[in-house]
């Protein structure tokens, strides 16, 4: 089955800097790749995602890449506020709705 | 309005003794699956549908079951739970499959003593 790894486990940043986070897949197969942000004690968000038909999304301050060649895909956020202090995970998927959840990235903002 | 529920948000409960987290979503989603969140591991999936009576294994699925006979609704079952069922769950449907946004439940925290 598909193996998606994620790092890294922990991230800290000053407010006002840009986060990434970097994620790794096995399955060529795969052609899904969503984040997701998770706040303390409530349930995951999708935040942005991708398909392997694309290179490179953005909304905002947020912005994915995918690298389909070496199977590695990033999340980007810039100008980092507190309220982006949460859990991020990425994940990969294949047309029939099964997902592969990395370990997460614990990101925390210094004000 | 437009959500995924889930009862019972918390449970408590001993090895061997057979229980049902339920799952119903008001989306007219075709696509539900069920998580379990441990520390360390991320979510792994247990369980998805991708629409009435078609259910399929995902990365996790020993000591669960689960059924899609409507479909706004996707229990999740343990027939004998056992301590390393210990997790949190979440439910999450979507309207197609993958490359659709999943949308979660609040989540049920389920302890096995």
């Known amino acids: 089955g598909e193996n998606v790894e994620q790092h890294p486990s922990t991230l800290s940043v000053q407010e006002g800097d840009s986060a990434v986070i970097k994620c790794t897949y096995s399955?060529?197969?795969?052609?899904?790749f969503p984040w997701y942000k998770q706040e303390l004690g409530k349930r995951p968000q999708l935040i942005i995602d991708?398909?392997?038909?694309?290179g490179e999304k953005k909304d905002q301050r947020i912005a994915v890449t995918l690298n389909k060649t070496a199977k590695h895909f990033s999340l980007h956020i810039t100008e980092t506020q507190p309220e982006d202090s949460a859990v991020y995970f990425c994940?990969?998927?294949?047309?029939?709705?099964?997902?592969?959840f990395g370990t997460g990235t614990s990101l925390t903002v210094i004000p | 309005e437009a959500q995924v529920t889930q009862n019972p948000r918390y449970l408590i409960t001993v090895t061997g003794k057979k229980l049902t987290v339920t799952c119903s979503q008001n989306?007219?989603?075709?696509?539900m699956s069920w998580y379990r969140q441990d520390p360390g591991l991320g979510l792994r999936q247990i369980y998805y549908?991708?629409?009435?009576?078609?259910?399929d294994k995902g990365d996790v699925p020993e000591g669960y079951k689960v059924s899609r006979k409507e479909k706004r609704n996707f229990p999740l079952i343990l027939e004998s739970p056992s301590p390393n069922q210990t997790s949190l769950y979440f439910c999450?449907?979507?309207?197609?499959?993958?490359?659709?946004?999943?949308?979660f439940g609040p989540g049920t925290r389920l302890t096995v003593t």
């Open positions: 999450a449907s979507s309207l197609g499959s993958a490359g659709n946004e999943q949308y």
């Open positions: 399955d060529s197969a795969s052609n899904y």
């Open positions: 991708i398909r392997s038909n694309v």
């Open positions: 994940a990969a998927a294949r047309t029939g709705n099964q997902f592969y």
């Open positions: 989306m007219n989603h075709e696509y």
């Open positions: 549908s991708m629409n009435v009576e078609v259910t």
